[in-house]
């Protein structure tokens, strides 16, 4: 009843200066990630409201073996969810719930293995998120194959990540909201992120 988002969302993508450079000034656009552990299936990722924890990304992305990110950098990106698979919203967690339902039968008809979540290394995080990306990614297809109903535009969700902040908290170092945007047209510009006027609050 109530997919679309109103207004305006701010996202944030860690990457390289030099796409940085050339996003704003508009010689490309962010191509979708594919990746089969990309845990809200196919689609371009951003942090929503989170310029830090993307710039901690795009220095994660560094430290990795065969990086293509030289210098971290953060482009901001202005966004319109449009028809939104929400995963904090109960009527897509019960989408969801069954497209994990379908995808394990289909599995098991075919005598495929089920794909799983991994962690990295001594993380305990799953980090790595096979099963959650077949999952949506299942989502979508049956929309376009079966059900032939409209496809989402984009996917949100809240990740929760890192280490408890005390003993037995709920809050986590690294939470955050992650934007999964499938539909290019939602993204309405990019711009580069400004430093904070400190003689002005900030509104």
Same mark, same amino acid.
């Given at each position: ?29 962010? *191509?979708?990630?594919?990746? %089969?552990?990309?845990? #809200?299936?196919?689609? +371009?990722?951003?942090?929503?409201? $989170?310029?830090? /924890? ?67 290394? *001594?993380?305990?995080?799953? %980090?790595?998120?096979? #099963?959650?990306?077949? +999952?949506?990614?299942?989502?979508? $297809?049956?929309? /376009? ?59």
């Amino acid at each position: 009843m109530y997919p679309a988002k109103p207004g305006l969302v701010i996202g944030f993508h860690g990457c390289d200066s030099i796409l940085v450079e050339k996003l704003v000034n508009g010689k490309i656009t962010l *191509k979708d990630s594919r990746n %089969l552990f990309d845990w #809200l299936g196919n689609g +371009v990722y951003f942090w929503e409201n $989170n310029r830090q /924890r993307a710039l901690d990304y795009a220095y994660e992305l560094k430290s990795r073996p065969k990086s293509k990110i030289t210098t971290p950098a953060v482009i901001g990106a202005v966004i319109d969810m449009g028809f939104c698979l929400d995963l904090m919203d109960h009527e897509h967690i019960q989408v969801v719930k069954s497209s994990y339902q379908n995808l394990v039968e289909s599995c098991t008809i075919l005598n495929l293995p089920i794909p799983v979540n991994r962690n990295v290394g *001594k993380s305990t995080d799953l %980090l790595l998120r096979d #099963l959650d990306c077949a +999952v949506i990614n299942n989502v979508h $297809n049956q929309r /376009r194959k079966t059900k032939k109903l409209p496809a989402y535009d984009s996917v949100r969700c809240a990740f929760i990540e890192g280490e408890s902040l005390y003993d037995d908290a709920g809050f986590h170092e690294k939470n955050h909201i992650q934007l999964c945007i499938r539909n290019p047209n939602c993204i309405k510009g990019y711009f580069l992120p400004r430093r904070v006027n400190k003689k002005w609050p900030i509104p």
